[in-house]
């Protein structure tokens, strides 16, 4: 499903960020990528997505070298993730409801139809009584959780989640992983980060775990 | 089919939604087009009426027909039913060489020369008043009326039309000019306001790309507004348009009055306001495309 065949990845002007990284990860599998600040965990979600382009290497995804993608073809290959990013990229100009269903006006979807997938987004993350609010409202879990209803409203087959539990306690951070245990049971292919070495011990999934740029099995 | 309308229809009311979301300054931008384009539109309407006065009142350009001396009166006849026949002609009337004798020693004042004379010297002659307006087939008239027998002058005075047709033409470059030089400031102010537009929905634009929105997407709603803002400037300029003809209608009734004449100022024809609106939603949209076009792809999402 995701395949990386020895991808380097180096910003302009900067030192090799991530150094020839090799690994596959199976249909519905769930990853979790792991390093301390940054080692390149970021940077390794934004390759897999097609937001940074590899310095060399391949990436395969879905069978295809989303490296030598067009650009024109881009949005279709993203509309396979759902992504939550670290820094939450929420919009504090409209309400949750509309945060949540621009995924969907984007993919043309029917309205009545995307206010029905909208609400069950919210409903699975706990959200669905704060629908007409602004996610400025929000405490920081609820942003969190809130990216994460976003991310899964247009049913994608891979969810990339940049540290998704960053500053939580481990009680929200608990909830997180149930909701995205739950994905995972229904074949959802996720690739999670953290550098929360107490979360990787609660959970025994498969662990990427990056260090100064390489991969350490 | 029925999506893409849906869709379409969508995205125009949002662009709607965001006019009104900032009444005051979409107000703004609307009157400065809307005043950008009544001037050369008024001054369009303005030459129009000019024309339409001119071409019935003053400039109807006359033909006069001198007979040669020995004309019998079967040939005026023939003559007459000639002129009565021709498609070119309206109105002709018969000036006989007695009557304008009598017009020369009113009009001049030179009884006493004219009363000398042994003989009238004036042929009879015609006063042709022809349908056309157009110089060239005026002249193509006048070439045909000279060929007709017993005729022994034919005078047009083109003067007249000829300088009309030359001020209307130096009036058309003029509004011209001034047209494309307003249509010019009304894509940079599209342009400006979309620009503003897009700085304000850095956000949105970025993160709609990274969940895979597709240029079109992006693009649209800011294509839309330019286009809505421009057709509101074109009813704007419109309604400018109309409102001042009101007012000068009724300050000229006064004038017309005292002159006893009868004149007032006419609206555009429909057609020429429709092209109005197409004219400046066209503006709108281009400058709205250049302005996406130009800043739409410096946010690139990291
Ligand atoms: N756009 C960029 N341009 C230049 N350098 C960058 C850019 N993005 C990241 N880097 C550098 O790449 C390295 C890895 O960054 P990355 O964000 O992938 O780390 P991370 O593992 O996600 O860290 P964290 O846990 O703090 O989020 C860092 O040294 C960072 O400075
Ligand atoms: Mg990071």
């Known amino acids: 499903m995701i395949q990386f065949s020895n991808v380097c990845k180096r910003y302009p002007g900067g030192i090799d960020v991530l150094k020839n990284i090799s690994f596959t990860i199976g249909e519905a599998e769930m990853v979790f990528l792991s390093g301390h600040s940054g080692a390149g965990k970021s940077t390794l979600l934004k390759l897999i997505a097609a937001i940074e382009r590899p310095s060399s290497g391949s990436i395969l995804v879905n069978g295809q070298n989303i490296s030598l993608i067009k650009d024109g073809a881009l949005p279709f290959l993203r509309r396979n993730f759902g992504l939550i990013f670290q820094d939450h990229k929420l919009l504090y100009d409209r309400s949750i409801f509309e945060n949540v269903v621009l995924p969907l006006k984007i993919c043309d979807f029917d309205h009545r139809e995307s206010a029905k997938r909208v609400r069950a987004a919210l409903d699975k993350v706990g959200l669905l009584n704060r629908e007409k609010a602004n996610p400025i409202a929000l405490s920081g879990g609820e942003q969190q959780r809130l990216c994460i209803a976003r991310a899964i409203v247009n049913r994608p087959s891979i969810l990339l989640a940049d540290e998704p539990t960053g500053n939580l306690d481990t009680e929200y951070s608990g909830e997180i992983m149930k909701i995205f245990r739950s994905f995972h049971q229904v074949g959802v292919t996720l690739v999670i980060s953290t550098h929360d070495e107490g979360m990787l011990g609660q959970f025994n999934g498969r662990v990427l775990a990056l260090k100064n740029g390489e991969l350490h099995p | ?302």
């Open chain 2, 1 to 302: 089919m029925k999506n893409w309308l849906i869709l379409h229809v969508h995205v125009f009311l949002s662009a709607l939604r965001k006019f009104f979301s900032t009444p005051l300054s979409s107000l703004f931008n609307i009157l400065v087009i809307g005043i950008a384009l009544s001037l050369p539109a008024g001054m369009y309407v303005m030459l129009k009426n000019i024309q339409n006065l001119a071409e019935q009142k003053i400039a109807s350009p006359q033909i006069s027909l001198f007979l040669s001396m020995d004309t019998s009166k079967d040939d005026i006849t023939r003559i007459d039913r000639q002129l009565k026949q021709h498609a070119a002609v309206g109105q002709a009337r018969f000036v006989p060489r007695e009557q304008a004798l009598e017009q020369l020693k009113q009009t001049t004042g030179l009884e006493d020369v004219i009363g000398g004379l042994e003989h009238n010297p004036l042929p009879d002659a015609y006063i042709v008043h022809p349908k056309i307006s157009d110089a060239s087939a005026l002249k193509t008239l006048k070439h045909e009326l000279q060929r007709w027998p017993k005729i022994e002058h034919v005078q047009l005075d083109l003067d007249w039309v000829q300088k009309l047709e030359a001020i209307l033409k130096f009036g058309l470059m003029a509004i011209l000019i001034l047209s494309m030089l307003l249509g010019f400031a009304l894509v940079a102010v599209t342009f400006n306001t979309i620009r503003l537009q897009i700085l304000t929905q850095r956000e949105e634009i970025e993160v709609s790309r990274l969940i895979g929105a597709t240029s079109a997407f992006i693009r649209r709603p800011f294509l839309y507004f330019g286009l809505l803002q421009g057709l509101l400037g074109g009813a704007a300029a419109w309604f400018i348009i109309s409102i001042s003809l009101y007012m000068l209608n009724s300050n000229l009734s006064q004038l017309t009055d005292l002159y006893s004449a009868n004149f007032t100022l006419h609206l555009p024809s429909t057609e020429d306001q429709l092209a109005l609106l197409l004219l400046s939603a066209c503006l709108g949209w281009m400058g709205a495309w250049l302005s996406v076009s130009q800043h739409l792809w410096k946010i690139e999402p990291r």
